[in-house]
């Protein structure tokens, strides 16, 4: 079974690419949780755990991370419709 990591900092628009951001600047938030990120997961219909005490590693403070299990689509697919779910979720 595929398991994908998406990390908070994906979604991040105070974030630049090299810094860790993987979603363009319209489907990006400022500060997105890993709530808001597993529950764009289980919007998009795959089962979202989450791992509260993991950083990413280009982060010094810890946000946590959503694992996604059984995706069939790209990671970056996957990142990307995650993205514009998060990006709903704020309005």
């Not at 994908?4 to 628009?13: E, G, I, K, S, T």
Request: charged share 35%; no cysteine.
């Amino acid at each position: 079974m595929v398991e994908n990591v998406l990390w908070p900092a994906y979604f991040d628009a105070g974030l630049t690419r090299s810094e860790g951001r993987r979603v363009p600047m319209d489907l990006a938030v400022d500060e997105p949780t890993v709530d808001e990120v597993a529950e764009a997961v289980q919007q998009v219909g795959y089962d979202a755990i989450i791992e509260r005490d993991k950083t990413y590693s280009r982060e010094f403070e810890p946000r946590g991370r959503v694992l996604v299990k059984g995706a069939d689509d790209t990671k970056n697919d996957l990142v990307q419709a995650i993205g514009a779910y998060v990006e709903l979720l704020r309005d």
